[in-house]
């Protein structure tokens, strides 16, 4: 579930940065409304946390992992935007008015939750894809072993339908060194039949 910061008016990105700055939890800024951001569940954390494995020991020399802590500038629709993970390759470009977030991700991970879902796999999934340095929009489910990952095509269009894999079957990220197997996300977080097992 997401809450909203009650403000007198709509906030600007300066707000946003001043509430960003002096707080403990992560906002998002959405339309000139400051979203606080949800702590994920103890399957959503483990999943973004093996990934964060995965990918670190899968980057070439000039890429790199990052956790879900960056923050990124949405140009196209000005929103300040978090994902659970991503890669970036080269240095990490700055807008001008936040030297904080970047723009210019090669691969974004989202962990679906029940608050999240609509937003991560449809709002949030076109903002980063409006990005032009991004490549694939990965998105794994929190209660299936199921992961989807969104491509761009060689002439730079977004796929209509994600690539969706289960267990037993790898896939490929751009960048990455190697494949990633289903099975490496989700053993010892979730049983076959996609129940918990940290509970």
């Known amino acids: 579930m997401k809450a909203t910061l009650s403000l007198p008016h709509r906030a600007t990105y300066a707000d946003y940065l001043a509430t960003e700055q002096n707080s403990e939890r992560r906002h998002e800024f959405i339309d000139g409304v400051i979203v606080a951001m949800a702590g994920g569940s103890d399957e959503h954390n483990a999943i973004a946390s093996r990934f964060a ?34 890669i970036i390759c080269g240095k990490p470009a700055h807008p001008a008015h936040d030297n904080q977030a970047t723009t210019n991700p090669v691969v974004v991970l989202e962990v679906l939750s029940p608050s999240s879902e609509g937003d991560d796999d449809g709002d949030k999934r076109r903002d980063f894809q409006s990005l032009v340095s991004l490549e694939a929009y990965v998105i794994a489910a929190q209660d299936a072993r199921c992961v989807k990952v969104y491509r761009r095509t060689e002439r730079g269009e977004w796929r209509d ?11 490929e990220l751009p960048q990455l060194t190697r ?21």
């Open 161 to 171: 339908a994600p690539d969706v894999y289960r267990d037993g079957e790898r896939f």
């Open 179 to 199: 494949t990633i197997a289903v099975d490496e996300v989700y053993d010892d977080i979730l049983d076959g039949a996609g129940r918990s097992l940290l509970r």
């Open 53 to 86: 494995t995965l990918f670190g020991v899968r980057v070439p020399r000039g890429c790199r992992s990052y956790t879900p802590d960056q923050r990124f500038w949405i140009a196209a629709t000005t929103r300040g935007r978090y994902s659970d993970g991503s």
